[in-house]
């Protein structure tokens, strides 16, 4: 048993370690060497530790199998023990976990493939695969993590990765702008899920999931808090999946998180970020259980997603935008699934539409070739599948709604004017005190910065 | 919003109103001309993007380009110089052109320092470094500039600048310092001079000056020379004027505020542009799209509870006055136009600038309303007006509420920029220290003395700097350009006058002739033919072979126009399956049908909502199969693909219907296909021109070509370009199908062409991508001539595996030591692989076009950079009407294809499309970067990464009056060649003389080399190397 044990735990190592190798490799050879590895060597590391990740957590879910456990859990020691908390670094594998690592690793590698030819000579070939590493280990870290600390350092790993391939094409503005708003998006979720966890901590002094989601293998846990707790701890990681998985009232980063390569689009969005809220909200389904309310909020945040995706779906006239509400539509789903309880069923939808989906990202540039292909195999111009609803509906009502569905739903002005706006004025209410206080003290200009000259025009070359 | 409003409108009467609109939808026109003028992506036409500036000279056309669409005109000057330092550009082609530019102005004195001619050598010569007075002030402080001469100066100029200084120093600064001011042509600013003199002895050690060491010295020199450089400059004009102030509220508000009132209202356009434009693609049609752009939107946003923002709270009042005061369109750009206070003068380049914010979207609207012909939701006409309307609505909005918001202005519109302007800070052109500087630089490189130097007035002192300030950047770069082709243009002329010295003959009895496309593409294939097998004969024509028509294959769902762009078809072509496989065909089109309506079903099923969530939750995983198997073996999946769709697809066994019964042509069953007569017409046309009309060979075989490729949206662009961004197979097998008809080979003869009962045509069709080359209705070919077929076969597929093995010399994925087959598998596997972005290198590199008898040029070398169009000036008419005809078609379509690679090399971002990383397909028209952009025109970075951006040189076999003639006679020509947008060379028909069109006339090329490298093969030559190659012979 003790040899199973063993194996057990450098496969798991395995599975961890080789992204973070890869992470470390790539990452630091970038700080350190003069010229950035070549695209041969970049893309063999990374398909090495993919192969290795793969290979281990294939054989994990094989022994977990035959030796019917249900709960591997790993512990990397405690690294912070003081009386009133500690943090542990642990992983845990069960029904879970395993196919979702599975997963990112065969989507992972698989665009890791592809991007190695998409990227060929691409100025940023290295930046890109840097940060696919770290996203890489992000995922891995939140899918398999065993406490909500490890999984809160996952999760930001895959923020930040995101966000910085958004705007891989720094060079232009609005990849930047895009990158920008995904990232303050990101960020709230963030600062939600890390709320919840100081919550968690104080409910139960401990961040580890068996402590407040009980001991039983996944779907069985019972948690170890009250309804009311559950319903205040449910609601934080709600909103912080809503942000994750673009839910409404988030879904606006979407459709602008296109703007990297389209390798990045299709796993990071199309098929692996955009689920990992409805991973979070399945890691925690037992706190779920706890409170019929909460259950009842996240089934209509999931159908009130799903219907509005579809809805501008519906009128999307390019082809990643209409992918990405498709996608938005399918996770909707899946968060209602969750909140019904059917959770085996949210996992199977989670595997199948991300690896459907991500086949059509991948495939989204060659849809005018597909179309003519399809036209002359049916002989006419492909018809156009209006859905039953549009003939029920009133004229002004259809007007109505083709407006709402082309805007987007008007999520991100609400955004704009209704939380950001406030927010900055707020801000800039209290930087005009500072400033006012701070003169008054110095008797002048006391900021620094103010004073600071731009560079003017680089027009130099048009002269 | 309202407050202007209530103001009483300037009272007008009504025939002055109609003046008014008259001019302004004249004034419409004319901006919409500089509009991107790209159709369609599913039919991508190379064109000139400049085209609307030809009636200037490519100078002038880019340089102004470059101001109005804010792009680059040429590459930068670090690139030039990095061109210069790697041997591209010699240094005596920048005198040469240099000379040639100044013409009798280069020996012209400048004060006593030298001549024009070196003064601005030494500015095209050595980096001068420029920069922001930060920048600079930062460089002079942190690098040593004012420590050391710079290094490219030479010893002898570096010796003598700071020997004389230290002489001066010596003998006449100190020795004055204490007596009397020093000799300056200005006493103030002697005396100035003077005491900066005695402050740096000061500061350098005055009392252990007979001590200073050199290097010492050297730093004193140049401190000293800094100063008399600053002190020099001080307080000069300017002689450049600032560029011209922008004329867009939006552009001053964005300099007064930084606040961008264009994202936002782009936002709410690309959305609504592409609703409107769709070609099918969504599946919610816009509402009222019938109605045009204006009344459309109108019906959209007047509803209320709409966009809540706060910019855009007034729109649906402001949409439902002009409905209720029944506005029109163009109205109200009039009304806006006021309202903004521009002035009617203004308003060409006012509309012009602000139509061109959006250019894609809004070119794309121009381009659909005028060929509605070319897509399947046709739009109305007026549609770039209407859409022009709106975006002046909603910027009036957008203006005023980034107005008081950033500005604090409340005031009517017409006063914004006014008050804009006030707001903006202004800097005068260039500073003491970037113009000091520049002569600080130059007087180390040109030896200027520090001493002579400060003697000079100020008027002196201000027609140096003007002279230095006059030789601009953007002129520098023009010149560096200029040398830039020199060089190329020097090496080809070179070349071509040693190689046409060859004997003209032809070869008596040819194994077979083949015929292909002018595309340069093609120019390896040729030679490799030629080289396999010396006894085949090679032709070329525009790819269509003059057939123009819409053709409708076997599977096939509609008819494609086959021709170039200009051209629009008058004759119907289909495709029929032989009579004994109908049934097989029916069923397999019904097979196909089902399969194709499951397929969409599918995929639209995948993206609803119940649809979306059965598939995924059901078969999803199994997607990742294909995924898996796609991405990882992309040639190996594209084969079994192939022998699973060999199931349902269309019997091979088929003939075209060329010929059509009714007396008119259309698409019906009778009406479908040419007359017997057309049909000889176009035969004797193509062989005339191809100069092919004796010597028949027992096979000829006609190409036509096209690309292969996937997830390409730009996979048009790399077809073939005269059959108008299509693939060309039909066209090459209706050429054959029609030569082989007795009938026309009867009528061909009392015109003189007389061809052999033996002589088989051959249709069949080249893919650049995956070089594959089909021959179609081999099924036919008597048994008689079964031999000479399979041995051409075998040399086509030697060709074939030797042309992929040159064209993956380019390809820095494929190694350089592959074998000839192994290259064709790596084409093949490009071509079929999902995450390729250069499956071919298409027209890239392209810069020369040869119009003459191949025999002139067989055996050259040239590198797939030269369209070769075959004419025979031999069988011409007196009056040239074939080459006038030939002509007429190659020069646009490759002077097109060429300006177009141009543009979009020198500002990728700018002029082209950037990189295609990002591309999405929308509206089924083009691509965006991203999920909201513009739509993106020109060709993306991966397909123009290897091209060198030099303008085309035609070199036509012809004499000096046939050209000049059909310069006259053609505008489009003539304009292209007087307006330097193509290079034009002459080849004399019998000999070896070459004339080039310069400062209007022919003048006599000198060649500048004898010697031509040899080689025994084209792959000796080329093997091994990856960038662009000289010119050879081959010898084998």
């Not at chain 2, 020198?906 to 509206?923: C, F, M, Q």
Request: hydrophobic share 40%.
């Amino acid at each position: 048993m003790l040899s199973y044990d063993l194996i057990f735990h450098l496969l798991g190592l395995c599975v961890v370690g080789a992204p973070a190798v890869l992470f470390a490799t790539l990452g630091l050879s970038t700080l350190l060497r003069q010229r950035p590895l070549t695209e041969r060597t970049i893309s063999r590391c990374s398909q090495t530790a993919i192969v290795i990740g793969l290979i281990a957590s294939v054989a994990i879910l094989g022994m977990m199998l035959g030796l019917g456990r249900r709960h591997v859990p790993i512990n990397l020691g405690t690294w912070v023990h003081i009386p009133d908390y500690h943090f542990v670094v642990k992983f845990e594998f069960d029904r879970l976990s395993v196919p979702f690592a599975i997963l990112t690793f065969v989507l992972c590698g698989t665009i890791g493939a592809f991007a190695s030819r998409y990227m060929h000579r691409e100025p940023g070939y290295n930046r890109f695969f840097v940060l696919y590493s770290l996203f890489l280990l992000g995922m891995i870290v939140t899918s398999l993590s065993g406490t909500i600390e490890t999984l809160f350092s996952g999760w930001e790993m895959v923020g930040l990765s995101s966000a910085l391939l958004v705007a891989f094409f720094h060079e232009r503005p609005a990849p930047v702008r895009n990158g920008l708003r995904v990232w303050v998006v990101y960020r709230f979720s963030d600062a939600a899920l890390l709320i919840a966890s100081v919550v968690l901590h104080h409910l139960v002094s401990g961040g580890d999931f068996d402590k407040f989601l009980g001991t039983a293998p996944w779907p069985d846990g019972k948690a170890a808090i009250s309804g009311y707790e559950a319903l205040l701890v449910g609601l934080l990681l709600l909103a912080a999946a809503a942000g994750k998985s673009a839910l409404v009232p988030f879904s606006g980063w979407l459709p602008r998180a296109m703007e990297g390569p389209t390798p990045s689009s299709a796993v990071f969005y199309g098929a692996l970020s955009v689920h990992l809220g409805a991973f979070l909200l399945l890691r925690v389904s037992p706190i779920l259980q706890l409170s019929p309310l909460l259950c009842v909020v996240v089934v209509l945040l999931g159908l009130t997603t799903a219907v509005y995706a579809a809805l501008a779906g519906h009128a999307q006239t390019d082809i990643k935008s209409a992918l990405c509400f498709a996608s938005l539509t399918q996770v909707g789903i899946i968060v209602a699934e969750i909140g019904l309880g059917l959770r085996y069923i949210a996992l199977v939808h989670i595997l199948g539409h991300a690896c459907l989906r991500t086949l059509q990202f991948v495939r989204a540039p060659t849809l005018l070739q597909d179309r003519r292909i399809l036209e002359n195999a049916i002989g006419e111009r492909l018809p156009r599948m209006p859905g039953f609803w549009e003939r029920m509906l009133s004229e002004r009502t259809r007007i109505w709604l083709y407006r709402f569905a082309i805007e987007r739903g008007y999520l991100d002005s609400f955004l704009n004017d209704y939380i950001v706006a406030p927010f900055r004025r707020v801000f800039t209410w209290c930087d005009g005190m500072e400033r006012r206080s701070t003169d008054l003290l110095t008797g002048g200009k006391s900021r620094e910065s103010d004073r600071a000259e731009t560079a003017s025009g680089p027009l130099e070359e048009l002269l | 919003m309202h407050d202007t409003l209530t103001e009483p409108p300037p009272v007008v009467s009504a025939s002055d109103r109609e003046t008014l609109l008259h001019n302004l939808q004249h004034a419409i026109d004319h901006a919409g001309h500089l509009l991107p003028a790209q159709g369609p992506i599913t039919v991508f036409i190379h064109h000139n993007t400049l085209h609307a500036f030809e009636d200037l000279t490519f100078d002038e056309a880019v340089q102004k380009g470059s101001r109005i669409f804010g792009c680059q005109p040429y590459l930068s000057k670090e690139r030039y110089r990095a061109e210069l330092a790697r041997g591209r550009i010699l240094p005596g082609d920048l005198r040469t052109v240099l000379r040639d530019d100044l013409g009798a102005r280069a020996d012209e004195p400048i004060l006593s320092v030298g001549t024009r001619f070196d003064l601005r050598l030494a500015m095209l010569e050595n980096r001068l470094h420029s920069g922001p007075d930060a920048e600079l002030r930062w460089f002079i402080a942190e690098t040593d500039a004012l420590r050391h001469i710079r290094q490219e100066v030479p010893a002898a100029t570096r010796s003598a600048l700071i020997g004389k200084t230290r002489h001066w120093i010596m003998r006449d600064v100190r020795g004055s310092t204490r007596n009397h001011p020093l000799l300056a042509a200005d006493p103030k600013s002697g005396r100035r001079i003077h005491e900066m003199l005695a402050d740096l002895l000061r500061h350098f050690g005055e009392s252990s000056i007979e001590t200073w060491n050199d290097e010492t010295w050297e730093a004193f020199t140049l401190q000293v020379l800094w100063r008399v450089c600053r002190e020099g400059v001080h307080g000069l004009h300017n002689f450049t004027p600032p560029p011209p102030e922008s004329i867009r509220h939006r552009d001053l508000l964005l300099r007064a505020t930084t606040v961008d009132i264009d994202p936002q209202i782009h936002e709410i356009l690309i959305r609504v542009c592409a609703s409107f434009l769709d070609q099918g693609f969504s599946n919610w049609r816009m509402p009222h799209r019938a109605l045009g752009f204006y009344r459309a939107f109108m019906i959209l946003y007047e509803q209320p509870n709409g966009p809540p923002d706060t910019w855009l709270e007034d729109l649906p009042k402001e949409l439902k006055r002009l409905g209720d005061n029944n506005i029109g369109p163009l109205e109200s750009i009039l009304e806006s136009l006021q309202e903004l206070g521009v002035a009617e003068a203004e308003w060409e380049e006012y509309l012009a600038s602000t139509l061109l914010a959006l250019r894609g979207w809004a070119g794309m609207l121009l381009q659909i309303e005028t060929r509605g012909d070319r897509v399947t939701h046709p739009i109305p006409e007026g549609s770039m007006l209407e859409f022009l309307a709106i975006r002046l609505v909603l910027e009036r909005l957008a203006l005023r509420h980034a107005a008081a918001e950033a500005l604090d202005f409340k005031g009517p519109l017409s006063q914004l920029r006014h008050a804009a302007k006030s707001r903006i800070e202004k800097h005068p052109p260039l500073s003491i220290d970037q113009r000091a500087f520049q002569v600080f630089q130059l007087a180390q490189i040109l030896g200027w003395l520090p001493e002579d130097l400060h003697r000079l007035t100020k008027p002196e002192w201000s027609k140096l700097v003007e002279e230095i300030e006059a030789f601009s950047v953007m002129e520098r770069r023009r010149l560096f350009h200029q040398a830039y082709e020199f060089r190329f243009h020097t090496q080809t002329l070179d070349a071509l006058s040693i190689q046409s010295r060859r004997s003209t003959d032809r070869i008596p009895t040819a194994k077979f002739q083949a015929i292909f496309c002018l595309d340069e593409r093609e120019e390896s294939f040729r030679r490799h033919l030629e080289e396999i097998a010396p006894d085949v004969e090679t032709y070329s024509t525009a790819g269509f072979y003059s057939i123009a028509m819409y053709y409708k294959g076997l599977a096939d769902a509609h008819f494609v126009p086959l021709c170039p762009v200009v051209i629009r078809p008058q004759h119907w072509v289909v495709e029929n399956v032989a009579d004994s496989l109908e049934q097989t065909s029916r069923q397999r089109a019904k097979a196909r049908r089902l399969l194709g309506n499951a397929t969409h079903q599918f995929h639209v099923g995948t993206r609803g909502f119940a649809g979306g969530a059965l598939l995924a939750a059901g078969v999803g995983v199994l997607a990742s199969i294909p995924l898996l198997a796609r991405i990882l073996f992309p040639r190996l999946t594209a084969n079994i693909r192939r022998s699973a769709s060999g199931l349902v697809r269309a019997p091979q066994l088929t003939e075209l219907q060329l010929e059509r019964s009714e007396s008119t042509p259309g698409p019906e069953a009778a009406s479908i296909g040419f007359s017997l007569a057309e049909m000889t017409n176009i035969a004797e046309k193509v062989l005339r021109e191809i100069g092919l009309i004796e010597k028949f060979a027992r096979l000829v075989i006609s190409l036509g070509h096209g690309s292969n490729s996937l997830n390409n949206p730009h996979k048009s662009a790399y077809d073939c370009g005269a059959c108008g961004g299509t693939p060309g197979g039909p066209n090459g097998r209706a050429f054959a199908q029609i030569l082989n008809d007795p009938r026309v080979r009867e009528l061909l003869v009392p015109r003189g062409i007389n061809i052999p009962e033996d002589t088989i045509f051959i249709g069949g069709f080249h893919n650049t991508c995956n070089d594959e080359v089909t021959l179609f209705d081999t099924g036919s070919i008597p048994e008689t001539h079964r031999k000479d077929f399979e041995e051409a076969t075998r040399i086509i597929s030697d060709t074939c595996d030797r042309n992929a093995h040159e064209r993956c010399r380019r390809f820095i994925s494929a190694p350089l030591t592959m074998s000839f087959p192994n290259a064709r598998r790596h084409v093949e596997g490009r071509a079929e692989d999902l995450a390729q972005t250069r499956p071919e290198c298409g027209h890239a590199s392209n810069a020369i076009c040869i119009i003459g008898r191949r025999s002139r040029t067989q055996g050259l070398y040239l590198d797939r950079r030269a369209f070769l169009t075959s004419y025979d000036p031999t069988q011409d008419d007196a009056e040239s009407s074939i080459l006038a005809r030939i002509m007429g078609a190659a020069v646009p379509v490759c002077a097109g294809i060429n300006l177009e690679y141009y543009f979009s090399y020198v500002d990728s971002y700018g002029w082209g499309s950037g990189t295609k990383l990002p591309h999405n397909v929308s509206a089924l028209l083009g691509v965006m970067d991203g999920a909201a952009s513009d739509l993106r025109t020109g060709l993306p970075w991966q397909m123009v990464e290897i091209h060198e951006p030099v303008r085309l040189l035609f070199v036509v076999e012809a004499t000096p009056q046939t050209m000049l003639q059909l310069m006259d006679r053609n505008p489009v020509i003539g304009k292209l060649v007087r307006h330097d947008w193509i290079k034009m060379a002459l080849l004399d028909p019998n000999s070896s003389r070459i004339q080039i069109f310069r400062h209007g006339e022919f003048q006599d090329y000198q060649p500048q080399s004898s010697e031509l490298p040899k080689a025994a093969s084209s792959t000796d030559w080329y093997r091994g190397w990856r960038e662009n190659l000289s010119f050879a012979a081959i010898e084998g």
